[in-house]
Every structure is written in structure tokens, then in C-alpha cells.
């Protein structure tokens, strides 16, 4: 069965580190993006994989402060949000689309203090 579980939440502080893992049952890893949901704003992406060269891609908001990465190993997608900001808070989700059919995580609770 086709499944993403997020681990990593929690509360994060100004200036600080969080990471987030997603593993993903069977779902290919290379398809898997991270959206994030904040308080009253509509759901972004926040971070994905290029589908094609290797490359990444992210939000403006978050460029240059948080890394999308994968393990195909083991299966899990990874984000790492660095420099954390109040406007961070939010739920981030794990996402993938097959074909026609679209797969997301139940989201992990990212709250930033400042």
C-alpha cells in the first residue's frame, strides 16, 4: 500500500535547525516533493526535486536556508530547514504524484517560535 509518514516535527526556535524525514512505502522516493500548510495562507511547495538533471527547486521564501534531500536506500526524502523564521510555522507535508494518482504524508506540526 502506497504510503509517506513525516518524523521530525516539533517546535523549532528562531535561528535554529529542524529536519524532517518522510519514508515512503511503495512510492518512488525521486517522486516525492515537501509542501507546507501555514496558519489562514494557502498550501506551497516548499521544496522539490527537479524532474529532470538532479537539481532542486524552492519556494523564494525559503531559498537558500532549506535543502531538499533523499536517500533511495532507504527510501526517505529528507528537508532540512536552517535559519528557522517565525513565518516557517506551519504543517509540512511530504507529496508525490504518479501518473494520475497524487500521495500525501499526514504532516508534521512545525511551530517557530521567535
Known amino acids: 500500500q502506497e504510503r509517506l509518514v513525516e518524523s521530525g516535527g516539533g517546535l523549532g526556535q528562531a535561528g535554529g535547525s529542524l529536519k524532517l524525514s518522510c519514508l515512503a512505502s511503495g512510492i518512488n522516493i525521486r517522486t516525492v516533493d515537501w509542501y507546507r500548510q501555514a496558519p489562514v495562507k494557502q498550501r506551497e511547495l516548499v521544496a522539490a526535486f527537479s524532474p529532470y538533471g538532479g537539481g532542486t527547486r524552492y519556494a523564494d521564501s525559503v531559498k537558500g536556508r532549506f535543502i531538499i534531500s533523499r536517500d533511495v536506500t532507504k527510501n526517505t526524502a529528507y528537508l532540512q530547514m536552517n535559519n528557522l523564521k517565525p513565518e516557517d510555522t506551519g504543517v509540512y507535508c511530504c507529496?508525490?504524484?504518479?501518473?494520475?494518482?497524487?500521495?500525501w504524508g499526514q504532516g508534521a506540526q512545525v511551530p517557530v517560535s521567535s
Open positions: 507529496h508525490s504524484v504518479i501518473f494520475t494518482a497524487e500521495y
